[in-house]
């Protein structure tokens, strides 16, 4: 996979040659110098960015042969500083059930949306606050929570973690541990010391990509 970045007026090729496999339920750690392309690789992998060359397959299908709304839907980027919406947490975590996509979807029930904040210790928050009252950690975990319901194939995160206190660094940690556990292929770009997840540690630096010990 090849792909191509502006930068300062001029297109550069940012990396050539960059082939990534992975297996559902692995978690594997992104790691690299600012400005190798982590954040653009999952881009690409998630259909926001165009690539010069390459395949990207999907359980053996082409991206080809699925629109990108489907493709999003099952391959599910969180960037760094996730946002909410106006309205409620009940609102937040029930916006993929928006789309017109999930139109006709039956949606996650209250019981089950509680569950899920507890899980990730928002029990106090409640799915009646106001997402504005939300603190950097709290939106963090709510996206996640968010991402979890939807129980994507892929789920890509850039570097959600980084701007977080210890307790909602291990909520994040516990959400992305129990989708591995049901079959999701999670990759993490991250700089925080080894949480013990990963399964797998990829270096990105001068476009190529390689594997690290854990």
Known sequence: MAVDVRQEGRIVTIFDGVSL?????????????????????????????????????????SDNDIDPISWRLTVLLVPQKPVTVPGTVRDNLLLPWTLKARAGKAKPSDDELAQLLAFVKLDDVGLARDSNQLSVGQVARVA???????????????????????????????????????????VRVRHRPPDGLATRRLRLAAGVLSEEAL
């Open 21 to 61: 496999r992975l297996e559902a339920g692995e978690i594997v750690d992104l790691v690299g110098p600012s400005g190798s392309g982590k954040t653009t690789l999952l881009r690409v992998l998630a259909r926001l960015h165009s690539r010069k060359a390459g395949t990207l397959l999907l359980r053996g299908v």
């Open 144 to 186: 996640l929570c968010r991402s979890f319901l939807t129980r994507p194939d892929v789920l890509l995160l850039d570097e959600v973690d980084a701007a977080l206190d210890a307790e909602s660094a291990d909520a994040v940690a516990a959400v992305v541990a129990r989708l591995a556990r049901d079959g999701t292929a999670c």
